[in-house]
Structure formats: C-alpha cells, structure tokens
Nanobody
C-alpha cells in the first residue's frame, strides 16, 4: 500500500506560481510512476503530468513550458512546479501512483487532492 498526501495548493493571481508536493509512504517510492491529475468543477479529471521511475516525463499540451514535474526519491516526494498560472488552471489537483507505463492501465493509488485557484 502507498499513501499519498498532497500539499501546496492555494489562491494565486494569474501569472503567479505555486509548487505542489506529494509525500508518499513506503520504501518502494522510487519504483513507481508518479502523476498529477486535476479536476475542474463540472469537468472530467485530466492527466496533467507524469514522471516514471527513470525520470521520463510527460505533460499535457496546455501546461507544457509552464509546469515542471520532478521527484526526490530520497524524500519520497513528487513535485509539480506551476508557473505562469492561468484561471483555466483552477482545479483540484491530485497526486497518483502506479507501476509502469503511465498510459497503460489504472492508477493504483491516489491522494486526497489539493485546491488550486487562479484569479484573473
């Protein structure tokens, strides 16, 4: 079992920055593919960014060049640095973990979510 706890959300003006953190329990964190998802009111949850156990990353087109995903295996933590935030980035952001290919199969573990609100 892996427990994930997100932090770092909040209210920020458009153009501002936030860094989300996701702390994971367990001794096998380094073997997991980690991801950040988000869900805005009235919309489906969408994949924002992923990072594999070997550090390969993926970003959805709308955040490329603005968001950076990273991981610190010594701290069992994955981060999402969000710059140049836009009102359309407003959502609840979730951290998730799985083994292997981020685009194949279910994500096994989820955090509780952290709210990000970007004002115009």
């Amino acid at each position: 079992q892996v427990q994930l706890v997100e932090s770092g959300g909040g209210l920020v003006q458009a153009g501002g920055s936030l860094r989300l953190s996701c702390a994971a329990s367990g001794r096998t964190f380094r073997t997991y593919t980690m991801g950040w998802f988000r869900q805005a009111p009235g919309k489906e949850r969408e994949l924002v960014a992923t990072i594999t156990s070997i550090g390969s990353t993926y970003y959805r087109d709308s955040v490329k060049g603005r968001f950076t995903i990273s991981r610190d295996n010594a701290k069992n933590t994955v981060y999402l640095q969000m710059n140049s935030l836009k009102p359309e980035d407003t959502a609840v952001y979730y951290c998730a973990a799985k083994y292997g290919n981020p685009f194949d199969g279910e994500w096994n573990y989820w955090g509780q979510g952290t709210q990000v609100t970007v004002s115009s």
